[in-house]
């Protein structure tokens, strides 16, 4: 069972444009919303995150947008730049309980920007 | 400060040998968490250690698996009688003492295991 769902599987921009990542999540218990950023061969590094108290967080040229009466969430990247060719990857996560800190990951999305 | 270290970063074993995974966390961290990422999906969870303590392994296969944090020295994830169906990669995230909901949990590089 997927808690996490995450699409669209890859995107192609050019250079400057907005690629948008969307995630969706069942379980309204859900603490905390991390996007991951990946490249080939490395481990996935924390890019930006957001708690559901909160619609929207910026940072830099990244943006997460949150709804939670809908249970979706989305990253938005602003001016992408070919540097941002990677696989990013939604989750979320419980701070409490048996399960406190395990992360629940959506499948990635692999970005793919044009010069 | 150094990262997460894994290693080996790449190990290839034969149908039935086992893999030996290697995971130490940043400094002053003692909690370490394993997932398995599959080619084409996103990181599934393992299990959770503290030193000498497994907290939650719920999500690791019931057999031919098992992890260890001891006292000194790194995580362990041992693979016994390895499958074709065990290639993955694997990766250890680390995160502090008295971890609590504001802190983060850093991956490593990961360990790419190809089984032959």
């Known amino acids: 069972q997927q808690q996490v769902k995450q699409s669209p599987q890859s995107l192609i921009v050019q250079k400057g444009g907005i690629p948008i990542i969307n995630c969706a999540y069942e379980?309204?218990?859900?603490?905390?919303f991390p996007w991951y950023q990946q490249f080939p061969g490395k481990g996935p590094a924390l890019l930006i995150a957001i708690r559901p108290d909160v619609s929207e967080k910026k940072e830099g040229r990244f943006t997460i947008s949150f709804n939670k009466s809908a249970k979706q969430f989305s990253l938005h990247i602003m001016d992408s730049q070919p540097g941002d060719s990677a696989t990013y990857f939604c989750a979320a996560r419980l701070d409490r309980g048996s399960t406190l800190g395990r992360l629940y990951f959506g499948r990635g999305t692999q970005l793919t920007v044009w010069p | 400060n150094a990262g997460v270290m894994q290693n080996p970063r790449h190990l290839v074993r034969r149908r039935g040998q086992e893999a030996r995974l290697r995971c130490s966390p940043m400094?002053?961290?003692?909690?370490v968490y394993w997932y398995r990422q599959l080619p084409e999906e996103g990181l599934k969870f393992m299990v959770y250690l503290q030193k000498e303590n497994i907290i939650d392994e719920s999500g690791m296969p019931k057999e031919r698996f098992s992890a260890e944090f001891p006292k000194e020295g790194p995580s362990i994830l041992r693979i016994q009688q390895v499958v074709r169906g065990d290639s993955a990669a694997y990766f250890c995230?680390?995160?502090?003492?008295?971890?609590?909901?504001?802190?983060?949990?850093?991956f490593g590089q990961g360990t790419r295991l190809t089984v032959v």
């Open positions: 379980n309204t218990a859900f603490d905390y």
């Open positions: 400094k002053g961290h003692s909690h």
């Open positions: 995230a680390s995160s502090p003492v008295g971890f609590d909901i504001r802190t983060e949990a850093f």
